[in-house]
Nanobody
Framework: QVQFEESGGGPVRPGGSLKLSCTAVGFNLDYYAINWFRQAPGKEREGIICISSHDGPTYYADSVKERFTVSRDNAKNTIYLQINSLKPEDTAVYFC???????????????????WGQGTQVTVFS
């Protein structure tokens, strides 16, 4: 039933880097604003990024700005999330999601009803 497939997570030491991928299944994601969320163990899901479909704004939560960079490859129907300088508090399951309605972001996502992937696990350890 999922409409996104996330990949690229794994274990990494503090200060390391990962590149996550989010690929749309059964639809074209280049028309929509795409959001990234993460959920750490025992915590509520946190919205961290929204990237607009074209030249609209991109928003990053304070907890990830200047370390996380989101980009699109429309030919591959994929969103990428480059994560640098990983910290233990970045440990979480990372999800991409869209309401399949908005083309432009209005801010850091809080929550949404729409299409979600199953997530990819990022574990930062010493």
């Amino acid at each position: 039933q999922v409409q996104f497939e996330e990949s690229g997570g794994g274990p990494v030491r503090p200060g390391g880097s990962l590149k996550l991928s989010c690929t749309a299944v059964g639809f074209n994601l280049d028309y929509y604003a795409i959001n990234w969320f993460r959920q750490a163990p025992g915590k509520e899901r946190e919205g961290i990024i929204c990237i607009s479909s074209h030249d609209g704004p991109t928003y990053y939560a304070d907890s990830v700005k200047e370390r996380f960079t989101v980009s699109r490859d429309n030919a591959k129907n994929t969103i990428y999330l480059q994560i640098n300088s990983l910290k233990p508090e970045d440990t979480a399951v990372y999800f991409c999601a869209s309401d399949l309605y908005r083309s432009n972001c209005v801010g850091v996502p809080k929550d949404l009803v729409g299409s979600w992937g199953q997530g990819t696990q990022v574990t930062v350890f010493s």
